[in-house]
């Protein structure tokens, strides 16, 4: 089994930061991709923003040059730093990631995705 577990979640004005973790523990061989999404009261989930294993990164519209994500691969760690934020970017943050448990599975390119629980941010305005 794998678990995620989130942090760094809060209350925040417009035009603050916050900074997000997410760290990975259990079965784990190797972590490919890994993500931030969020999910607003009375709306879909969307995709925030991922990276690869090897440091490559995708962003949402509506963050780029605000948010910046990375991760730390000996940590089993990533990260979400959260920038000018505003009050449309309150939701609950969940990060996601593909992780391969053993080496049987890494060689047969097998990967599951697994899910954290979520962070709450609130940004008031």
């Known amino acids: 089994q794998v678990q995620l577990v989130e942090s760094g979640g809060g209350l925040v004005q417009a035009g603050g930061s916050l900074r997000l973790a997410c760290t990975a523990s259990?079965?784990?061989?190797?972590?490919?991709?890994m993500g931030w999404y969020r999910q607003a009261p009375g709306k879909q989930r969307e995709l925030v923003a991922t990276?690869?294993?090897?440091?490559?990164?995708n962003y949402a519209d509506s963050v780029k040059g605000r948010f910046t994500i990375s991760r730390d691969n000996a940590k089993n760690t990533m990260y979400l730093q959260m920038d000018s934020l505003k009050p449309e970017d309150t939701a609950v943050y969940s990060c996601?990631?593909?992780?391969?448990?053993?080496?049987?599975?890494?060689?047969?390119?097998?990967?599951?995705?697994?899910w954290g629980q979520g962070t709450q941010v609130t940004v008031s305005s």
């Open positions: 996601n990631a593909f992780v391969a448990p053993d080496l049987s599975s890494y060689i047969r390119g097998d990967q599951y995705p697994y």
């Open positions: 259990g079965s784990i061989f190797n972590i490919n991709t």
């Open positions: 990276i690869s294993s090897s440091g490559s990164t």
